[in-house]
């Protein structure tokens, strides 16, 4: 038997049911906050995301599908190309390529795949789907503003609330920007040599490598050495201090509910400044349902003009997970099921079905060959509120027995007057 690939999987009905009431609740938030959908290619060349997303990550370095695409020619040269990873490179990539800072701010959303060749578990799977968004533009059209990020974290929670997701948790923090992101990585650095010898093998590394990943460890040994560092807080520059206190001002009159977490400092390279995850605690270990941040270097780190941004995604697998729903609630069951009785009578379903579909009702066809028993339950397995009868009488009277399932009542409707009887306003 042949089987999806490890860390992939099926999304089944009823539970798709569920995935595009996400998705339609998160497009009709994105609706109402001005933004517009943006579909880049699922895969781009490997130069981007070794850019975008930094050679020192874990995804670039570990994680990513990476191939040597030829052309049929021997003499075509090769080109590497990977599996997105992450969309906000590809919507950069795209920002530069179509020169949307012409557009001024753009608010832009994507729905879609990506890949990480991560150690599959649950919550963590190999093809996942994110819904993502990103603000970027020039720095006169305001994309540097604490105002865009607020305006993204009010979104968000905005979202969460309207799936029903409750007891999310907002946590935020600043990491300065490039210059004071690189002061902290020092002053942690200098503070790491006199206790980097008590702590584990991986921060032992990262205290050379990359100090501020010091911060993501989970040891719990490691733990009451971690919270005895220095804050990223206290090497701020005066405007990342007054950008995040903005933000906060702005999240606490809206009303939005947040926690400060200092060890926040996410893992892609290229964040600046605002820093935030909302987690969920029915998720285990994998918690995070989205994670986020402003990135105000990443265009011109990919050759492009200087353009601020912000942007956030939102892992949908996690999501669906979190969900209280049942997909059974909104699973869109047929109105009718239209069940042919007797040699002939296809034909004669099929005309009506066509009509009924077309008024918008959704119909489920039976076959002939089914007796009528066989029929009934086939009605009632899809979940159907009515079903129809088409025998050789009823198409000779052009009118058909309707009997509605939940009370049992049947009535022989005229052919004009089914949509009414089906669908009363
Ligand atoms: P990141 O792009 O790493 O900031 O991830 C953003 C969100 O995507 C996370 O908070 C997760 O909810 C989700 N995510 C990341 N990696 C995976 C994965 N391998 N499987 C499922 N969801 C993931």
């Not at 021997?74 to 950069?92: C, F, I, M």
């Not at 004071?180 to 980097?196: F, G, I, M």
């Not at 105000?296 to 956030?312: H, K, N, Q, V, Y």
């Not at 007797?342 to 918008?360: H, I, S, T």
């Amino acid at each position: 038997m042949i089987k999806a690939v490890r860390g992939t999987r099926d999304l089944l009905p009823p539970e798709t049911a569920l995935w595009n009431h996400v998705d339609r609740v998160a497009r009709e938030v994105f609706r109402v906050y001005n933004f517009q959908e943006i579909r880049t290619p699922i895969f781009e060349s490997t130069e981007l995301f070794a850019r975008g997303v930094g050679e020192e990550t874990d995804i670039v370095a570990k994680e990513m599908f990476t191939w040597e695409d030829r052309g049929r020619a021997e003499s075509d040269k090769g080109q590497s190309l990977t599996l997105r990873p992450e969309n906000t490179a590809g919507v950069v990539r795209a920002y530069i390529e179509h020169k949307l800072w012409q557009r001024g701010l753009n608010k832009l959303y994507y729905i879609g795949p990506q890949f990480r060749r991560e150690r599959p578990q649950k919550g963590r799977y190999r093809q996942f789907f994110q819904i993502g968004a990103e603000v970027i533009g020039p720095k006169e059209a305001g994309s540097e503003s604490p105002a865009r990020d607020a305006e993204i974290l009010e979104l968000l929670a905005t979202l969460l609330d309207r799936l029903g997701i409750k007891n999310w948790k907002l946590e935020l923090n600043s990491v300065g920007s490039s210059a004071d992101r690189a002061r902290y990585n020092e002053v942690l650095r200098t503070a790491l040599d006199s206790v980097k010898a008590k702590m584990c093998a991986d921060c032992q590394r990262r205290a050379e490598t990359n100090p501020l990943r010091v911060l993501d460890c989970k040891v719990p040994e490691d733990q009451p050495i971690i919270e005895s560092l220095p804050r990223v807080y206290d090497s701020l520059g005066e405007d990342s201090k007054q950008h995040f206190e903005a933000v906060k001002n702005i999240l606490q009159s809206v009303g939005v509910p947040f926690e400060i977490n200092h060890r926040l400092v996410r893992g892609l390279d290229y964040y600046t400044r605002t820093a935030f995850e909302f987690t969920h605690g029915a998720l285990g270990a994998q918690n995070a349902i989205l994670g986020g941040g402003r990135y105000d270097g990443l265009s011109e780190s990919l050759g492009g003009p200087a353009a601020p941004g912000i942007g956030f995604a939102i892992g949908e697998d996690r999501l669906v997970l979190a969900l209280q729903e049942s997909a059974a609630a909104v699973q869109e069951k047929p109105d009718v099921y239209i069940a042919p009785l007797g040699a002939g009578m296809n034909a004669e379903a099929a005309r009506l079905a066509r009509e009924l579909r077309r008024k918008d009702v959704s119909a489920e066809l039976g076959d002939e060959s089914f007796r009528l028993k066989k029929s009934f339950e086939a009605a009632t397995k899809a979940g159907a509120k009515f079903i129809l009868i088409v025998g050789e009488n009823e198409v000779k009277a052009d009118a058909f027995a309707l009997k509605n399932l939940e009370s049992g009542e049947q009535v022989s409707v005229p052919r004009g007057e089914l949509v009414e009887k089906i669908q009363p306003e």
